[in-house]
């Protein structure tokens, strides 16, 4: 390794050294007092480009959607106190859903930790529960193996959030001999990748001997790029595959035997199919409780459970796994299509796509403008061609039902924590991460005014996200749940302003919002306009926002109640 | 299954973690976050100093006492976790204890002491302070022995605990 400084470097300059060496394309963040050191350094170089966003959280949220849509650790600097603690919630989001990221913050002087000093908070004590790692560096002298550390640890294993707390003093400090490590070794952190031979083996005995085995696909298939084998092992032993909200593109929806989601909002079929499968082949998801309901009556049929996942702790967790496999999903299934014979699940195959034909994801085909045909329309005209990012609540169900995604990494949502607010950050990060694609933000009216304030970010950075907004004036998912488990007792859901002659105000109003960032908002009311609405917005290459005003009551089915089981499916109007 | 609805035992669990500030708070974090509870907690370095021990009592079925190893293994700064409650080890506890003790009671009270191998450590007009130590059924009978003279005050250690034999608890690689 040759010497990268004769002269002695800052922490500031280390840092920027580091993400430098690190391969870091894009910064998002936000200054402040305590990381003013850092800032006064971070525009010294052109390896990285910095996006001010206008909001911490929004750099988290933009750092979370360049990660999850490129499988590079995404990464935000920030400022001490409230400038970390705005960083929290994207942090959390990002943990849930296991999405390397490393943030830095800004800290007050190591002498005045501890003082209740100006913008001091103890970030590394808030945020320990919801990173998988952070550290404090009170010695510059650490810093380049700690920044070393927390890339390394973002990125492998399971991956997720690591936290910095950098002090104001260490990012002025001066390090003589400064080298960044080229490699790392942490005694107490050694992920396993390589799957155990006998369990892969007991799998495919399993599998070879199962009657109605069902794979069912999360996000650590999707970011272990598992696909080449999933396609290979439905196909070679006849099994259907459904996936979790975040594994959408794991396995092709196109395919012959996707079965789609599962789970609350999940089709009737994956869900059925689960219901009678024998075993089960659980690829990085880890049984959530919107995946299994009354976890009593979840799969009451198996006779098996082969779960593979990269985290140990995520297996037998809440299912108790039969043949449980450690390891990275695609080495192990890799390993695993070495051992398994082709068989023939003529029968199962018949009952399960005879349900997918029988029972498609449905909805009202008249004239009124309702946000499925949005979606639908949208993944027609663009031919299927985009990232599709979505915010949380009912735009995210149907963003997964009436999408067809082919490819890992095209659907990007938060799915563990539930951030809403978290679309539109998140698709300005995809954008910048994928430069020549399309990128499209699919929200609701809520949502996407969680995190407004990022029209400037995407109009000042030409950042060409599309926003669709299924505008129905209504948290919409509260709406269905108050609608039909609280006695349709509408409280604290309504976004619009109704006069007494019935006339509803939409606030705000999106066109004229655009118009005071200088972009462009499109206003769609009627079904028969919303084609050339799409057409017209991808044209522009800038940020444009399609406001479509939906059918404000629509419901998402099919849907099984929280706690409950397939019995219970709610399968919506006829 | 992992919710827990098998059968209830204790769990005697050794952690080696590295030797740094936070460590403590990590590992309690994870049982407040999760729930679960924890009985009784010691921590002192090894022989190594950058390595701490902790020795973690806490009780739950096999389901939840695989999740707590498997949470305890997931955080980064831990290096090793072993249950040795699933072999044959050995466990001590310290504890002190205050007792209300006169001129009438405090022979009984020595000779109570002598038989748990108790010593004292302290005595005043009213009071007497003894050293015990031993396993949890010693502890607890002691304690039980003395409510009668009025137990004032107690102060425990924590329980730490081995292997029985040669097993020991090493570093990987070492």
Request: aromatic share 6%; proline share 4%.
């Amino acid at each position: 390794m040759p010497k990268t400084a004769n002269k002695p470097m800052t922490g500031a300059e280390i840092v920027v050294d580091a993400l430098i060496r690190e391969g870091v394309e894009v910064v998002f963040g936000y200054p402040g007092g305590a990381i003013l050191d850092v800032f006064d350094r971070l525009n010294q170089t052109n390896k990285y480009k910095f996006i001010l966003v206008r909001h911490e959280q929004a750099a988290g949220h933009a750092a979370d959607g360049y990660a999850r849509s490129s499988g590079r650790t995404g990464v935000a600097i920030v400022t001490s106190g409230p400038g970390a603690t705005n960083i929290v919630t994207a942090l959390a989001t990002a943990y849930m859903d296991s999405v390397p990221m490393v943030v830095i913050c800004g800290q007050v002087a190591t002498n005045a930790i501890g003082n209740d000093a100006f913008q001091e908070a103890d970030i590394v004590g808030i945020t320990r529960p919801v990173t998988k790692h952070n550290f404090l560096v009170k010695d510059v002298a650490e810093l380049p193996e700690t920044i070393k550390k927390a890339f390394y640890i973002a990125a492998t294993g399971r991956p997720g959030p690591v936290l910095i707390d950098l002090p104001k003093d260490v990012q002025k400090a001066k390090l003589e001999n400064y080298q960044y490590p080229t490699s790392i070794d942490i005694r107490s952190y050694k992920p396993v990748e390589v799957g155990n031979t006998s369990q892969i083996k007991r799998a495919a005995q399993v599998i070879e001997q199962s009657k109605r085995p069902i794979l069912y696909v999360g996000h650590g298939a999707v970011g272990s790029n598992a696909q080449a084998e999933l396609v290979q092992l439905a196909e070679r032993c006849e099994i259907p595959v459904t996936s979790t909200l975040l594994g959408l593109g794991a396995f092709p929806d196109t395919h012959p035997l996707a079965l789609h989601m599962i789970g609350m909002h999940g089709t009737e079929y994956a869900n059925l199919a689960m219901h009678e499968a024998d075993v089960v082949i659980a690829v990085g998801a880890r049984f959530d409780d919107r995946v299994t309901g009354d976890l009593n009556r979840f799969a009451p049929q198996r006779q098996h459970v082969i779960h593979i996942d990269i985290d140990p702790a995520s297996i037998s967790k809440v299912i108790e796994a039969t043949v449980p496999i450690v390891g990275d999903c695609k080495l192990v299934l890799a390993e695993l299509l070495k051992y398994v014979k082709a068989c023939k699940h003529t029968e199962w195959l018949e009952r399960v796509l005879g349900l997918k034909k029988n029972r498609p994801l449905h909805y009202g085909s008249d004239k009124k403008l309702r946000p499925q045909y949005v979606i639908d329309r949208l993944y027609h005209v663009l031919k299927g061609d985009a990232i599709v990012v979505t915010d949380v609540g009912q735009n995210q169900m149907w963003a997964a039902h009436y999408w067809q995604y082919t490819s890992p990494r095209t659907f990007i949502s938060s799915g563990g924590l539930g951030t809403m607010g978290f679309g539109f950050p998140a698709a300005i990060g995809a954008q910048m991460a994928n430069p020549g694609k399309r990128v499209v933000c699919i929200c609701g009216d809520g949502g996407i005014q969680m995190n407004i304030q990022e029209l400037a970010t995407a109009a000042m950075n030409d950042i060409p996200v599309k926003v669709v907004i299924l505008n129905n004036r209504y948290l919409g998912m509260v709406r269905q749940w108050q609608h039909h488990f609280y006695a349709n007792n509408y409280s604290g859901v309504f976004l619009g302003r109704k006069h007494s002659n019935g006339k509803i105000d939409y606030i705000p109003d999106f066109v004229k919002l655009c118009d005071a960032y200088d972009l462009t908002g499109i206003h769609v009311e009627k079904r028969e306009d919303v084609d050339a609405a799409i057409e017209k917005a991808m044209a522009i290459p800038k940020c444009v926002f399609l406001d479509f005003v939906v059918e404000p009551e629509e419901d998402v089915w099919p849907m099984i109640p929280a706690g409950k089981s397939v019995d219970d499916m709610i399968c919506g109007l006829a | 299954m992992a919710n827990g609805n098998g059968q209830q035992h204790e769990h005697v669990i050794s952690i080696l973690v590295e030797n740094q500030a936070g460590v403590l708070s990590r590992i309690s974090g994870m049982f407040s976050a999760r729930a679960y509870n924890i009985d009784s907690l010691a921590v002192g370095e090894t022989i190594d100093p950058t390595v701490s021990r902790i020795t973690i009592t806490a009780h739950g079925d096999d389901a939840i006492i695989e999740q707590i190893i498997k949470q305890l293994r997931k955080l980064i700064d831990v290096i090793r976790v072993v249950n040795l409650s699933e072999k044959s080890y050995v466990d001590r506890e310290l504890v002190l204890i205050k007792v209300k003790a006169d001129k009438k009671t405090r022979g009984e009270i020595l000779q109570i002491a002598e038989i748990f191998r108790a010593r004292t450590i302290d005595i005043a007009q009213g009071s007497m302070s003894l050293e015990v130590v031993g396993d949890q059924k010693k502890i607890d009978a002691i304690i039980q022995m003395m409510q009668p003279f009025g137990v004032l005050e107690v102060a425990r250690t924590g329980r730490i605990a081995m292997f029985r034999g040669e097993e020991t608890l090493r570093l990987p690689g070492a």
